[in-house]
């Protein structure tokens, strides 16, 4: 399908490929599986500060509705492309699967440069984006939460927009919200202390001491800034960080306190006193015993794979390492790879966890969501894990064939309407 042209579908794809062929899906499953049931492209035009009209797109894809409403984040970003989003939502469907959840997944976004927009600006086109949306989404249709850009006031502007057209709150038409309105404690911490809970396990899967262990991480946002807190308090010493704006280095440790209030006032890490400067480039290629990439997609690529000097890497974002990489790397048997849809899960399973909170308006203490987490991350890190081994197929194929299977057995016994 041309609608969906773009180097990252093309990468869901390849990745889709090879695992149905692992599992010898047959020919005529293969294109229900792979194209996304409903995509929305949606103009959206806002008032600008200075009175000037701009009009923007808007993108949401529903890849399947087989196992219940469709689910998965926003996102607001300048290269946000539908197949860029069509490929977002097919990992989604895969993530879900591996980790139990009633679940499609989903994926939306705007091709747009939050940084350059006011806050009321932001505020006007989030709004207009949930108007537009209203025919196509709802608490048992199509459920939204952060990603990249977007954070718990975008969550809360899209909440009132589709509660103010209801006539009623409706808390449940999205995860990711401000726990004063219905949001789950733990939520916004949730991926990266999946991440930090999943690389634990991966130390002891390969036997290396997380207390003796560094790390480094490509992206300092929601993902990356929680994840190294996580992995501090497993005693992994964080010595390089990068975000857009640059990066930096300190061999002794970041103190990630200091760091954090430097973010807070300049909105970069780059700067920090009392560190090198690093580029992305040199960050991915550093010594380190743990490299996280938290940031874009296709990071670890055909140049970098054979570069890369890490025991563990953790795909705390979606898609960083492209199908060329993964080739290279399946030849580095030294890397264990935790890939991206089970790295990551920690978010939609604590999103899940909000939406059924939101469902029983009953609440749950922060105890009670995190051990629930874990129990979910460890299941499907466990089963991975097996089935690799078992099969002696790398990390990425196990994980993606458990929740592909799950998927195409769920059509399977539903039948094809009519
Ligand atoms: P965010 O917007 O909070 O942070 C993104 C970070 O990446 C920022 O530090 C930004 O400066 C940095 N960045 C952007 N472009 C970069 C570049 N070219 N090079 C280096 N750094 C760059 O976003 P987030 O929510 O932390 O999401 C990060 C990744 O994690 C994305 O791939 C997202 O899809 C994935 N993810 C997020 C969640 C979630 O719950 N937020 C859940 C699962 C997966």
Not at 87 to 113: Q, V
Request: hydrophobic fraction near 40%.
């Amino acid at each position: 399908m041309d609608i969906y042209d773009h180097p990252t579908f093309l990468m869901a794809c390849q990745q889709f490929d090879q695992v149905a062929d692992h599992l010898e899906i047959p020919q005529e499953d293969r294109d229900r599986l792979k194209y996304p049931k409903r995509s929305m492209v949606v103009a959206l035009p806002i008032h600008k500060d200075d009175g000037s009209t701009q009009v923007f797109t808007g993108y949401r894809v529903q890849h399947h509705l087989t196992l219940g409403p469709t689910k998965g984040g926003l996102r607001f970003h300048p290269q946000v492309s539908l197949g860029e989003v069509a490929a977002l939502a097919m990992w989604m469907s895969w993530k879900c699967a591996l980790c139990g959840l009633p679940y499609g997944g989903a994926k939306g976004g705007i091709t747009c440069d939050p940084g350059k927009l006011s806050l009321t600006e932001l505020e006007r086109l989030t709004r207009r984006y949930t108007q537009e949306m209203i025919p196509f989404i709802g608490p048992q249709v199509d459920v939204m939460a952060p990603d990249l850009g977007t954070n718990q006031q975008v969550m809360a502007w899209m909440m009132d927009t589709y509660s103010v057209h209801m006539g009623h709150t409706v808390p449940s038409i999205v995860t990711g919200k401000p726990v004063g309105l219905g949001g789950s404690l733990g939520r916004r911490e949730a991926t990266g202390r999946g991440v930090g809970y999943l690389v634990n396990r991966a130390t002891d899967t390969i036997g290396l001491d997380i207390s003796k262990a560094t790390a480094a991480i490509q992206g300092f946002g929601n993902v990356g800034s929680i994840t190294a807190l996580s992995l501090a308090r497993y005693g992994v010493k964080i010595i390089a960080v990068t975000d857009a704006f640059g990066g930096v280095y300190n061999a002794e440790g970041l103190n990630l306190w200091e760091l954090e209030k430097h973010v807070a006032a300049r909105k970069t890490v780059a700067g920090f006193p009392g560190a090198d400067a690093l580029t992305n480039e040199q960050l991915l290629e550093l010594p380190c015993d743990i490299l996280v990439p938290a940031a874009l997609e296709r990071q670890i690529t055909a140049e970098n794979a054979g570069k890369i000097k890490c025991r563990i890497l953790a795909e705390a974002a979606n898609g960083p390492t492209t199908p060329e990489a993964d080739a290279i790397i399946a030849q580095r048997p030294e890397i264990f790879v935790i890939p991206d849809v089970l790295c990551n899960a920690g978010g939609v399973v604590v999103s899940y966890f909000e939406w059924v909170q939101d469902l029983q308006s009953f609440f749950w203490g922060e105890t009670e969501v995190v051990d629930k987490l874990f129990r979910i991350l460890e299941a499907a890190f466990t089963q991975t894990v097996t089935l690799s081994r078992k099969q002696k197929i790398p990390m990425r194929v196990a994980a993606l064939s458990l929740g592909i299977k799950r998927v195409q057995e769920a059509k399977r016994t539903r039948g094809l309407f009519p």
